[in-house]
């Protein structure tokens, strides 16, 4: 099937015949559905901690943080702008010159409350000797939003979202980068430092450094803070193989073979390489200014308190199961903790002999843990929490996308549906086990878990492979815990417009 050429590019990416064999196999055979139990909700498999709860996590917090440990903020920043300015893009593309969506009048009667519209006046100025109010009043529109997409623009259309200017201050605006940065003082930093790591595309790693060494300094100074900022790209050997509708491999007009990234979950590879006992993951995008930061900040804080006395409970009991220093009774007080605090359940689980029920625990303790924050349900679109069943026959906790359900599945689309809370990506993470040392994260990846999309090159349908996602499929294996968050916490820019919202200015 592969040529020596091919054999050579598959091997410059890191990249076996075989994992290729392999991917082109799912891609032909599809992917199984998951077999749901029931969403997920307060009291059955959702935690609301009341005030006097989340009291008690912030404080758990804030003691663990005063330990030598160490906490890192893991920022997937890799996305493009490009899908921000969709509706933008297609009006300076549309036949008509003046605003006619409601889209389109929204941004123009708006453009004034942008945290970039000072800059983008500057470049209308630079580029046509007219501000941006002169413009309007002319109904040259086109040109503002040229000026602020194209490359001898701003060149937002092509920039990574994380270097865009979100917010307004009277010190200047900021971008989701530096709103990251705020947050880690905030919430992650211990000992006077914080650790904060970006995952970002090749093409855009050398502004981000740019941005972050001009920056530094002055975030270090105002919160009294070291920063320590890493970035990482996402790896070649986690890219797949494009098909052909006849699920041959997809090749480019030269002659070498398509590969495309495999979406988020290969981002499980570089989270593997954190070396932290704690890590904070959020999206980019989900950043406000300062005066509304107090609920992201005590929320995170909750999150990390639940999850640090909940691991030191699993730490305890599987230091006793393996120094065999448990009775019946123990065994029992064990069972309730994986039941019922962390909703995993094998329904046979009567019929295991002592022995094997002993490795059972042990297996379901000994793995990594995340707390994940939860939304109550707005409408937007995205995954879930759900309990779902596993392999091995248990049911757990597991964040699903509308892809991984059988859409011919009634019951299943109801769930869906009728689901309470929606997932914010607002996770927080241990992955050391008791004794200290790192799981290896692929381990506990669900394989099973990825799914196929139509897409398209130079006009050529293809099939592409999407590995497991990264709060999906690449964390099944996971302990999980849901914690109800408020929504305040959660306030994401999908487009441009999103930035006129209050919550944004």
Known sequence: MFTDKDLEQLASKGITAEQVEHQLDEIRQGFPFLKI?????????????????????????????????????????????????????????APYDTPQTDFEKQFFEGVRRFA??????????????????????????KSIVAAMLNADGLNYGQLPKGLLLFHSYDDGPRTPMEEHLVEAALYASSNGEANVHFTVSSEHLPLFRAKVEEKLPYYESKFGVKYNVSFSVQKPSTDTIAANPDNTPFRNDDGSLLFRPGGHGALIEN????????????????????????????????????????????????????????????????????????????????????????????????????????VRNVGEPGGGPFLAYNADGTVSPQILES???????????????????????????????????????????????????????????????????????????????????PLTTFNPVKTVNDLLREQHQ
């Open 116 to 141: 970039f519209h000072k800059e983008l006046c500057h470049k209308c100025k630079e580029l046509y000797g007219k501000s941006v109010r002169q413009l309007l009043d002319e109904g040259n529109y």
């Open 37 to 93: 139990e029931a969403p997920a909700s307060v009291g059955k498999g959702i935690i609301a901690p009341t005030q006097e709860e989340a009291g008690k996590a912030v404080d758990a917090w804030t003691s663990y943080k005063a330990e030598s440990h160490r906490i890192v903020k893991f920022v997937p920043a890799s996305g493009a702008a490009s899908r921000m300015f969709k509706n933008m893009f297609a009006f300076l593309s």
């Open 271 to 374: 989270l593997n390489d954190i070396d932290a006992d704690v890590i904070f993951i959020k999206n980019i995008d989900n950043v406000v200014p300062d005066r509304l930061k107090g609920d992201t900040v005590r929320y995170k804080q909750v999150l990390a308190g639940i999850l640090v006395k909940l691991q030191r409970k699993a730490f305890d009991y599987l230091k006793m199961l393996d120094e065999g220093h448990y009775n019946h009774e123990r065994i029992e007080e064990i069972i309730r903790f994986v039941q019922r605090t962390l909703s995993t359940r094998l329904p046979d689980i009567k019929n295991l002999e002592d022995a094997d029920l002993v490795i059972y625990l042990r297996k379901k303790l000994n793995r990594p843990m995340r707390v994940c924050g939860v």
């Open 403 to 485: 892809s991984q359900i059988d859409k011919n599945n009634e019951d299943y689309m109801r769930m869906f549906r009728e689901g309470t809370h929606f997932n914010p990506v607002d996770l927080v993470c241990a992955t050391k086990d008791y004794q200290g040392r790192r799981f290896h994260l692929p381990d506990f990846v669900d394989r099973s878990t990825g799914f196929i999309s139509s897409k398209s090159k130079n006009g050529r349908e293809l099939k592409a492979l999407e590995l497991p996602g990264l709060w999906n499929g690449a964390m099944s294996d996971w302990n999980t815990v849901f914690v109800e968050v």
